[in-house]
């Protein structure tokens, strides 16, 4: 046991912060993974429709929605957009590969 671990163990109110913390994270993970199959239905469903990969004014919308309900959550907003932004790429490259497997 490293000694940083071991101070771990001998705080518990340190530990208790970190057993929620990986509790956090491991929601994240099931929630973004969840969100992914719903996009990569959506992603789908658009090749077969000949509709764009991305919607721009969707995604303005949804960061512009995101950025107040940062706000009113005490998140900086900034941080929320940087991260719904690296996302919606991910999610529109998923949408391009989909439109390239069905021919498109």
């Excluded at 340190?14 to 990986?22: F, N």
């Excluded at 004014?57 to 941080?79: C, H, M, S, V, Y």
Aim: aromatic letters at 6%; charged letters at 30%; glycine letters at 4%.
């Amino acid at each position: 046991m490293s000694e940083t671990q071991s101070q771990t163990a001998a705080d518990p109110v340190l530990a208790g912060y970190r057993a929620s913390i990986d509790n956090i994270d491991a929601a994240l993970i099931h929630i973004l993974a969840e969100r992914f199959r719903i996009t990569k239905a959506v992603g789908a469903y658009k090749a077969e429709k000949n509709l764009p990969p991305s919607d721009p004014a969707r995604e303005e919308r949804q960061i512009a929605r995101l950025r107040k309900l940062a706000g009113e959550a005490n998140l900086d907003p900034e941080f929320s957009e940087k991260f719904l932004r690296f996302v919606i790429q991910e999610v529109i490259r998923h949408h391009e590969q989909a439109i390239e497997e069905n021919g498109g």
